[in-house]
């Protein structure tokens, strides 16, 4: 018999979440087990680990990862917006500039793998082609769009979403940078 794991709080923020926009994940199927909500799929996993594992990553704490990942590949321009207070659609945007398509693909490519292999955290739904100018990473609470300097300039989605307050992000210092 699989292990109940407690993970609660992200399943009822993905029920809830998926629910507020129309649709609810195919492959997961809530049951109720003696500590709460469990999905099959990661109960699963969790077996096959040899015990629980940590689904739940804050949303704030999940956009500044992907915000320092971003950096990781020196994306320019990162930007945090807190949503929570005015937004159902999500709770924290993180926003990006690439310089061209390749470092476009470069930086999703460093959220995404990072995030799967550290955190074992995947995007619900990925938006936009790998030669696009703009590609969406949707996290459920978290929304990353990592776009090119046009497309910023052009939907500049920091006055579309205003009233949400910009979280303070400090890249790291490069090494270069802390030696001088």
Same mark, same amino acid.
Request: some cysteine; charged content about 30%; glycine content about 6%.
């Given at each position: 018999?699989?292990?109940?794991?407690?993970?609660?709080?992200?399943?009822?923020?993905?029920?809830? =979440?998926?629910?507020?926009? *129309?649709?609810?994940?195919?492959?997961?199927?809530?049951?109720? !087990?003696?500590? !709460?909500? &469990?999905? *099959?799929?990661?109960?699963? %996993?969790?077996?096959?680990?040899? !015990?629980?594992?940590?689904?739940?990553?804050?949303?704030?704490? %999940?956009?500044?990862?992907?915000?320092?990942?971003?950096?990781? =590949?020196? &994306?320019?321009?990162?930007?945090?917006?807190?949503?929570?207070?005015?937004?159902?659609?999500?709770?924290?945007?993180?926003?990006?500039?690439?310089?061209?398509? @390749?470092?476009?693909? &470069?930086?999703?490519?460093?959220?995404?793998?990072? %995030?799967?292999?550290?955190?074992?955290?995947?995007?619900?739904?990925?938006? !936009? &082609?790998?030669?696009?100018?703009?590609?969406?990473?949707?996290?459920?609470?978290?929304?990353?769009?990592?776009?090119?300097?046009?497309?910023?300039?052009?939907?500049?989605?920091?006055?579309?979403? *205003?009233?949400?307050?910009?979280?303070?992000?400090?890249?790291? @210092?490069? @090494?270069?940078?802390?030696?001088?």
């Amino acid at each position: 018999m699989a292990k109940t794991v407690s993970a609660v709080p992200l399943f009822k923020t993905i029920e809830k =979440k998926s629910q507020a926009r *129309g649709r609810l994940p195919v492959n997961l199927r809530f049951t109720k !087990g003696r500590l !709460g909500l &469990a999905s *099959g799929r990661w109960l699963r %996993l969790a077996k096959r680990r040899g !015990g629980p594992l940590d689904f739940y990553m804050e949303s704030k704490l %999940l956009a500044q990862t992907c915000a320092r990942l971003a950096d990781n =590949k020196k &994306a320019e321009n990162i930007t945090l917006l807190d949503l929570r207070e005015i937004s159902s659609v999500a709770d924290y945007f993180v926003i990006a500039t690439g310089s061209n398509e @390749p470092h476009l693909r &470069a930086i999703v490519d460093e959220i995404t793998e990072k %995030l799967r292999l550290d955190h074992d955290v995947r995007p619900f739904s990925t938006e !936009g &082609a790998r030669v696009t100018p703009w590609v969406v990473l949707d996290f459920i609470d978290v929304i990353v769009h990592v776009m090119n300097e046009d497309f910023r300039e052009l939907y500049d989605l920091e006055n579309l979403w *205003g009233d949400g307050k910009k979280i303070d992000f400090e890249p790291e @210092p490069s @090494p270069r940078t802390t030696q001088a």
